[in-house]
């Protein structure tokens, strides 16, 4: 029966006991390993799997210990010598038999993955993380993507990972080790974009002492990536639509015109269907660009993916900041994985960054995290029934606000209100001095 | 003959290139000549053990998980290659030494 359930399971799967022998395997771990369920059985877990994530057994003992998951990517090497990138899920179970009770063992998953960050157990090139069903269906489009030359269209929230993908698609595009050319068009005025983009001669304006190339020719036979598209100009948009279907374009001040071999990947935040229905955008570009297009998930719909990019941050920022952090605890996972992430991705590797540099132990608690991962939770609900942070009290209602000034003036006015207008009192509970407490009253107005 | 087993513990290490230690030991007739001596390696390398085991002129590789190309490659240096062996070194040391080791061996406690 319980074999039958496993086979059934269209990952690899398998059962451990306490000593981290096995005790199951299914057939599709097995195809994976190459070995059977009579050979695997009662062998130590990583000599089946051998596994690139290093010393299996220290980290199975400690999911054993604390009960919590745990998920790293790297590599399986098979009997056939032949080495696979996969995803481990550790888990910790109550009967490994499904009927005796107290005999505690581990539930180990391994799906394929795509190759994944360094640190996570081996070589690793690329830098995007996801295996929920939504990122699955990214990565497919992008190895689809990345065959052809046409322009591709990224839209998606900020923070969701669009320059990365971008990237990732000239590294995989037949241009990969020729120039990739990233342009904000949000950040330059509309005069020195142009400059930027299609380069000038000496003497165009004042100022140009020299010729400067642009950013198309430097990009010639390699890939120019124009972040923030539906920040361009509309005169800007005529001149890069002209370029697109001609690949030829006039520098400023030029006269004679430069033919260039680029292929364009362009990434939005804006609903570009939405900023053509209100002239903010040409409607000829829009259709130009949109020849193929990617929609990246925003992270709250990407599900089961926080928790593996928590593990993968906290790896990287351990490493990077030579800490001895090991991971979360079970209340901060909770908060963490219940969180919405407006931010998505960039904010969520923000936060655990932050998380690591603030933790004075080995574990990051609710009282290393940011407070705005809190504040939302008490807008939302009133202040009535979310959680408050074990380490401070239970705040008095708050009105809904929109900006982090507005959020600190009502956490002071609430404090304030608590302790009976005592400013030492209010201080404490805020968790600030008394004199930034003053510095802030006096900021806000609020005396 | 020289013999090389990269190991972990009491056990064949799961993987070559993750290997931290190795037994290199010198046997003749069917026999060890001497007691088997243990290096730690100052990081694991599959490349650093292919330049080790060439460096100490060894002639047999008794390992368990090894990427097919190392094993090509120690292969094309005329090396034996005896892989996939599960279980403690001292066992996989002995049969090795006999020639009754087999690539692919399960040796059970």
Known sequence: MLDDILNAIPHGVMLLDASLLVRGINSRLQEMTGYSAGEACGIGAEFILRSSIGAGSSLAGKVLESGERVCRNGTLLNRRRISQWVQFTLSRVDSIDGETEDRPGLVLVVEKAERSEPGGGGRSSSTLVGHSPQMQDVFERMAILARTDASVLITGETGSGKDRIAEELHEASARAGRAFIKVNCGALPEALLESELFGHQRGAFTGAVKDHPGMFRLADHGTLFLTEIGDLSLSLQVKLLSVLDDSRFYPVGSSSSVTVDVRLIAATHRDLRREVAEERFREDLFFRLNVLHLRVPPLRDRAGDVRLLLDHFLRRSVRLNHSRVEGFDTEAIRRLVGYRWPGNVRELRNTVEYGVNMCRGTRIGCGDLPDYLFEPLKVRTDGASSAPRPDQPAPAPVTPATGWAELEQQRILNALQQAGGRRGRAAELLGMGRTTLWRKIKDYNLE | ?109
């Open chain 2, 1 to 109: 003959m020289k013999l090389l087993i990269p190991t972990c513990g009491n056990h064949v290490a799961p993987r070559f290139d993750n290997a931290t230690e190795v037994l290199i030991a010198t046997c003749y007739d069917r026999q060890l000549l001497e007691e088997p001596r243990f290096i730690l390696l100052a990081n694991p390398s599959a490349e650093g053990l292919c330049d080790m085991i060439l460096k100490e002129q060894v002639k047999c590789v008794v390992c368990c998980g090894i990427e097919e190309e190392h094993y090509r490659f120690l292969k094309w240096k005329k090396i034996t290659v005896i892989d996939s062996v599960i279980g403690r070194w001292k066992p996989a040391l002995d049969l090795a030494v006999g020639g009754e080791l087999s690539a692919g061996d399960i040796l059970r406690v």
